[in-house]
Each structure stands twice: as C-alpha cells, then as structure tokens.
C-alpha cells in the first residue's frame, strides 16, 4: 500500500490559516487519517465549477482537492464551510 502525502496549494493554506485553530486541528487529523486510508474510502466527485476535483467531508467544512495517482499526492485546492466552498469560483 503505497503512502500518500498532501500538498497544500496556496489558496487552500489561505483557507486554512483563516480558520479557528480547533477547526484546523480536526482538518490536519482528518487528513493525516485520509492520507494514511486512501485506498479504503470511496472518493466523492464534484460537478459543475468543480468538476475534476473530489470533496472530503469534515464536518461543516469542506475540503476540496484533486488527486495525483502518479506521485501518490492528494493536492488540497480549497477548504471552505459547507455553505459557501460550492459559490467559490477561484480555484
């Protein structure tokens, strides 16, 4: 089973720093446990704006991000509340 890593492009490290530091110590837990569990989740697409990128939930907020099967990484695009990460339009 191959090891994941994630890369934090610059408007998803934006987002993040903008969040509440509880908030942020439960995003990099759910994504130390997703990088380390790839293999057993079932990805889930966007559409629309968003197509080609796929949703990790984590409770009111979203975490978008695109996957690299080459380089094993998963790149975190945006991560926004629920009610307003799917009106964004810069990513």
Known sequence: MPNWSVYFEESARKDFHKLDKSIQIRITEKLDWFANHFEQVNPLWLSNDLVGFLKLRVGDYR?????DLLNYKLNIAIIEHRSKVYKRKNI
């Open 63 to 67: 975490v978008v991000y695109e996957i």
